[in-house]
DNA sequence: AACATTCTCAACCGCGGTGAT
DNA sequence: TATCACCGCGGTTGAGAATGT
């Protein structure tokens, strides 16, 4: 191990920080704040370099941290902008006020590696049989399920995201994003008990659940037992299916003829004050769903959020927005009203009755959905 | 109780971006 | 334009804690 360039010349001191070191940094930055880092040790009377000094205040010492457990909110939020923005941590921290990008990366790999250990068994069934009933792009070679990438060693856990979630017509980039979108999926059916709320923990809501099945799409046409027909039918054109990694997966699930289940998200939705229930009568599904004025997110940062994504989503997509622009303005115009977003703008009370009818075939509850 | 294994998370490393010169 | 210093980020490591056997 070496040294920071920026302290080569310097004797700093390494390892864990000390409680007067601590000190040290917080009464020199809340006196001098922190223009120049490379200044900080020395003015502060530190022996670190100012890497360090920064690492140390951003991660740990700042006012407005916030430690603990993720909230349900803060890990949906997560998964949601994981999906869209990749491995940016830094991106995603900017939307989880007083979380760390570092804290955020920890948990995302230490979640994954737990489960991703784990597909050996359970998942792994479920995943051959997406990845084997179908030509789904799971199955190429360039697509290995993801239990494939695990192994028992503790540094090989590390999922390898997309450097570009979307990033053009890059076949590694859509392997990598249904390599993590099967994980995902894969995890969210065994959530842990801070994120499932109801505490299923590791144990599937039934067998043989789609493991592809996107994490924030509902179905309420069909029965319990059944999902709706597939995606790539009709409702979301087919040029969509490999550059929005829910859609992609949800393809690939429907291909698989999966049945359908309510997402474990809708449980945590529940949770959350917004509740769920499906029904099946004479072969009609009625969905109802009482959502709490609070919503998901607060509205300000709900649109913010839409904001950043949308710009992202249209950066990563550039040419194939232009070559499908008038397929995207019929699936905005006519494929669009059979979706409900779950947004506390979008979901009125009418469109809640609306739905109840059988107006709307799906639900979107991602932020990231929309359009 | 002792040991092994797994998990958590703070910290480090190295690279790329950016601005100054 | 080239070089340098600095900053910020993502990937990785490793110590200590927690958990399992």
Known sequence: MGHHSCCNQQ??????????????????????????????????????????????????LRPD???????????????????????RWAHIASHLPGRTDNEIKNYWNSWIKKKIRKPATAAAAAAAATTTSSASATTSPNNPPPCSTATSDH?????????????GASATADHHHLQLDAIINQNLISLPPKLAGGGHDDSPPSAGLPHHCPLFMFDTTTGAGAVSPPPSSSLIPTHLHHHHPFI??????????????????????????????CSVEDGQTTAA??????????????????????????????????????????????????????????????NLEAMQSGAHSLLFMGPNDHD
Not at 41 to 49: D, F, I, N, S
Not at 266 to 274: P, T
Not at 301 to 329: A, W
């Open 65 to 87: 941290i916030r430690r603990g457990r993720f909230t349900v909110e803060e890990e949906k939020l997560i998964i949601s902008l994981h999906a869209i923005v990749g491995n």
């Open 11 to 60: 004797k700093v001191k390494r390892g864990l920080w000390s409680p007067e070191e601590d000190e040290k940094l917080i009464r020199y930055i809340t006196t001098h704040g922190y223009g120049c880092w490379s200044e900080v040790p020395e003015k502060a009377g530190l022996q670190r370099c100012g890497k360090s000094c920064r690492l140390r205040w951003i991660n740990y």
């Open 289 to 350: 769903m009482a959502a709490t004025t609070n919503g998901y997110y607060q509205h300000q940062k709900q649109q913010q959020l839409e904001i950043e994504l949308e710009e992202e989503e249209q950066r990563q997509l550039g040419h194939h927005q232009h070559e499908h622009e008038h397929e995207n303005h019929q699936w905005d115009e006519e494929e669009a009203q059979h979706l409900l977003m779950w947004d506390q703008e979008v979901l009125t009370s009418s």
């Open 248 to 277: 992609a997966s949800f393809t690939a699930a429907m291909a698989a003829d999966t049945p359908s289940y309510l997402p474990p998200l809708v449980d945590g939705m529940a949770a959350m004050g917004a509740a769920m229930d």
């Open 155 to 167: 540094h090989h856990h590390q999922l390898h995201p997309p450097p570009a979630p979307f990033g």
